[in-house]
């Protein structure tokens, strides 16, 4: 078990943490990069392979079973490209989202965001 | 008839890209595209409920490709959501006059529709967290789309919260993967737990546990309902039923079920797992629904007190099937994919009453009737379907030997038609200004959801038990039929 997973483990608990005790939206949304961070971490480490080779089969490999022992794992790395695509997407959502709230409200905390919110409904 | 499959996903996805791009004049060429897809997906979704079988896109192999996965457990979910997704559009072409971006609220309804087919249908555990997403992510749009700041409010918590909840299934996948080196979900229920253990070691537990908070946020479950009744109140009309009919459905309960009965397989601790957050979410939703007053946030409670049910009624399945208990297992699964049908139809109808009554006018008979159905079924009163499915989850708690659980179910199912009815005035709301009349194409998905409600509640009829509930219990509770389509031949070639 390589001290890299220890890491994975300690961001995603700062993430979580973050997300469940911040106000701010900007901190907030951070929260969010960060336990993305740390699961597209994990998705590398599960197809990682010490002294690994691209999984690309070139002349050089004469040997399939060759090949196969020393490539690291390709599929994790297409996982955590699509993971990455989508927690771009949702990060400039909610930037987006909090950009609108800020011109309507002029702060970035959530707390005052919905009691304003919740009077301008009575 | 499974090469129809990827038709459900890419239909509205390519009209999703297409309706950005339509002119703003006339306006009705986007409703008209809307309208259609919808349609074509509802028509799709009647032809294919019955047939069970696999796509495999692209000719791409099992266990190497992508799949799509058609079973008893699907098929009702499908039909479910292609019925709610048409209400929605039909009611939408009427609804949307006070908003502007008409195009692009089609779009992201759109959107979120391939986003829940895809969920439904997909055949392995990355993809239904991809579909997830898209449908998701289109939701947390919809939901913030009237531009107020008390609806962004709403989107953005559901968004942040979201966006968390999403990682816990994708770290749930990944440890999967790290564990079993596949994502396919037939070929995981032929491998977990490892070869020659029958109970799940503690990384399975583990990843079971990310799942059940990835997912049972999506379902709203208490505790993690948070964002659910101020979203539904939040957004407009149409988006709240879909939300409430299609999107916590699918991308919440039938992912949760799909993903515990049919990747990791039965065991006690995965049981309880369902049944702490569902009866926690029936209690719950059933004691704060009447101490609030916006007549929205009262429904969405009840909203999470019946998807309490549903998880109850799951967990109850899975406990008594590895008990050996078959009969009561039985009763249960059924009684739970039962109920949550019901609950879909039904509040996606009172969303849409609610909808009706919204612009000036006097609720109308049709809206009154479309109240009327789906509170009816909501709040369980015989014979409609809400009844039947609570009495199975109630009588299977009892048989399976659960009494005070089946206790708490059966005394939560009384209060609910009391608290309806002391609210009674409320369904639909009542009209802020001078009487008019729904609009025909409001009238028409009213009386396609009400048609939905009272057309579920003939499902426990002998004669028609064997064609919807029958093969709904086979689907969740038998795990060996689903890895079977890993073999060759055993599948329906497309």
Known sequence: MSPVYLLVFVLFLVGVFGLLTRRNLVKLIISVAVIEAAVNLFLVLAGYRREGIAPIMTEQHHRAEEFAARAVDPFPQAMVLTSIVIGLSLLALLVGISLRLYHIYGTYDLSEIRKAAREEDR | ?????????????????????????????????????????????????????????????????????????????????????????????????????????????????????????????????????????????????????????????????????????????????????????????????????????????????????????????APLHVWQPDALAAAPAPVAAFLAGALIPAAGVYALARTLFTVFGHAEALGWMLLFPGLLSMLFGALTAPRRKDPRAFLSYQGISQVGYVLTGLGAAMVLAVRGEERAAGLAAAGAVFHLLNYGGAAALLFLAGGAAAPPGKPSRWSRLAGMAGAGSIAGIPPLGGFSSKLMIVAALWLGGFPLLAAAAAVTAVLAPVSFYRRRDEFPPPPAGPAGRTPPAMAAGLILLTTLVLGLSLAPLPGLRGRLLGPARAAVLDREAYAAYLEPGEEERP
Do not use: Q
């Not at chain 2, 967290?129 to 749009?141: H, L, M, N, P």
């Not at chain 2, 990682?167 to 999967?176: K, R, S, Y």
């Not at chain 2, 596949?182 to 490892?194: D, K, Q, R």
């Open chain 2, 1 to 221: 008839m499974t090469a129809l499959l990827p038709l459900m996903v890419a239909l509205p996805l390519g009209a999703a890209f297409v309706l950005p791009l339509f002119p703003r004049r006339p306006r009705r060429a986007g409703d008209l595209l809307a309208g259609l897809i919808s349609g074509v997906l509802l028509v799709l979704a009647v032809i294919l409920s019955g047939r069970f079988g696999i796509y495999e896109i692209g000719g791409w192999r099992m266990p190497m490709g992508i799949n799509l996965a058609l079973d008893g457990l699907s098929a009702p979910v499908l039909l479910l959501a292609a019925a709610v997704g048409l209400a929605a559009v039909l009611f939408s072409s009427a609804y949307l006059d006070t908003y502007a971006g008409r195009n692009r609220y089609w779009a992201l309804l759109m959107l979120m529709t391939a986003g829940i087919n895809g969920t439904i249908l997909s055949g392995d555990i990355f993809n239904r967290f991809v579909f997830v997403e898209i449908a998701v992510i289109s939701s947390y749009i919809l939901v913030g789309f009237s531009g107020r700041g008390r609806a962004l409010a709403a989107a953005i918590r559901y968004g942040l919260l979201g966006a968390g909840a999403a990682n816990f299934t994708l770290l749930g996948v990944a440890v999967l993967y790290a564990l079993h080196g596949t994502v396919n979900v037939a070929h995981l229920a032929g491998s977990v737990p490892a070869a020659g253990t029958s109970v799940p070691g503690p990384e399975i537990l583990f990843a079971a546990l990310l799942m059940v908070i990835g997912f049972g946020y999506k379902s709203a479950a």
